[in-house]
Every structure is written in structure tokens, then in C-alpha cells.
């Protein structure tokens, strides 16, 4: 299930790409954006298919991860201006 979002992530990001460096790529696929809009599709249908009942603890975790995340992200950090060695 992770590679389908990083494939379908990696689809995504290959038009937009393409339009911010225009002469970036050493190879181009003709009708890229075909390509791109068809992975995405692809991926979209297979992720469809997917029992996420199974994938609850993961859901759980992630949104644990998420809270912590902004929780700790707010809080100034305790030892700004600390050495982290006391001997020093």
C-alpha cells in the first residue's frame, strides 16, 4: 500500500516538474503527462481494491505520531543555549 502513494506521489510530481525545469531531464517520455495522469489512475483503482480494516493499528499509530508531532512542535526547545555536554 506504500508504494502505491509513493508511485502515485512520484506521478504527480512529473508534470509539475516538468513545467518548473524544462530542460531538465536527460530523457523525455513523449506524452509524459498521459503517463503520469494513467499512473496516478492506476494507483487510485488499486488502492481501491485495498482492505484498510486490516491496516487500523497503522491508521492508529499514525495519527498518535501526528498529535505528538504538534504537540512537541509548539513547545520552545528546553536546552536552547545548553551545551549537551556537562563537562564542557
Known amino acids: 500500500m506504500s508504494r502505491l502513494f509513493y508511485y502515485g506521489a512520484i506521478c504527480v510530481a512529473l508534470p509539475v516538474l516538468r513545467r518548473r525545469q524544462p530542460g531538465g531531464a536527460w530523457f523525455r517520455l513523449p506524452a509524459g503527462p498521459l503517463v503520469a495522469v494513467v499512473g496516478v489512475a492506476i494507483c487510485l483503482v ?8 486490516k491496516s487500523l493499528i497503522l491508521l492508529a499509530t499514525i ?5 505528538n508531532w504538534i504537540v512537541v512542535r509548539k513547545r520552545p526547545a528546553a536546552d536552547e543555549g545548553k551545551s549537551r555536554h556537562p563537562a564542557e
Open 63 to 67: 495519527a498518535i505520531a501526528l498529535v
Open 46 to 53: 488499486l488502492l481501491a481494491g485495498v482492505d484498510f480494516s
